[in-house]
């Protein structure tokens, strides 16, 4: 099956700290989502991009699907950015309608004031 | 309702018994899935629907996992005779359509954490 690699495993940051979260994905994909699992263990979807960049707020990300990485970027991080960011990744399957999205291991994230 | 609902949120049981969680997805979402998550793990893929018409199961670990979504809306994944190593959070999530027919944008519940005694 598909492979998706992210780094760092674990990452600490200061308060307005800029940081960048890499998914590495063995096979190609029609679908890439970040999530973002808070301290409280709530799993919130940040982005749908299964190629180009987004932006949403101190928040963007960018898909390169024909070198099969995903980029996510936080800037001026607080410490509500701290918990465990997901990257999960969809295989193209042909004649597929639907289907699943395999996760990553995560990167867990701490930011201190 | 607004958002993925799940029940129960806490679940302790002995080993042996059934359990059955419960899932209400977002109103009009056509998929549902079911994910299984360990502690310091990424979700794991069980099971998932379109409408009531269960898609692929090639996750479920064994037989005594079962799911079913009989009117298209809510599911219910039932787990029999279980065991300690079932012991996991139990995450449910539901999407639209997408453009590429594929995986929709996905949307999480707070999920079910069960503890097998």
């Known amino acids: 099956g598909i492979q998706v690699e992210q780094s760092p495993p674990d990452l600490i940051l200061q308060e307005g700290a800029n940081s960048t979260l890499r998914c590495n994905f063995s096979d190609s994909v029609n679908n890439l989502q970040w999530f973002h699992q808070n301290p409280w263990g709530q799993l919130i979807n940040l982005f749908y991009?299964?190629?180009g960049t987004k932006q949403n707020g101190r928040l963007s990300a960018t898909t390169v699907a024909t070198e099969r990485y995903s980029l996510l970027y936080i800037s001026s991080s607080q410490t509500t950015d701290s918990g465990v960011y997901f990257c999960a990744v969809e295989r193209i399957m042909i004649y597929n309608q639907g289907g699943k999205l395999i996760f990553g291991q995560g990167t867990e994230l701490s930011v201190k004031p | 309702g607004a958002g993925v609902s799940q029940s129960p949120r806490y679940k302790v049981t002995k080993r042996g018994q059934d359990v059955a969680l419960r899932c209400d997805p977002i109103?009009?979402?056509?998929?549902l899935y079911w994910y299984r998550q360990a502690l310091g793990q990424g979700p794991e893929f069980l099971t998932y629907f379109n409408y009531e018409a269960q898609q692929d199961k090639s996750g479920l670990p064994n037989d005594r996992f079962s799911a079913e979504r009989p009117e298209g809306s809510i599911s219910t994944l039932t787990i029999q005779r279980t065991e300690q190593r079932d012991s996991a959070m139990y995450r449910c999530?539901?999407?639209?359509?997408?453009?590429?027919?594929?995986?929709?944008?996905?949307?999480f519940g707070e999920g079910s954490r069960l503890t097998v005694l």
């Open positions: 999530a539901s999407s639209g359509f997408s453009r590429t027919g594929g995986v929709g944008e996905l949307f």
């Open positions: 109103s009009g979402h056509v998929s």
């Open positions: 991009i299964p190629s």
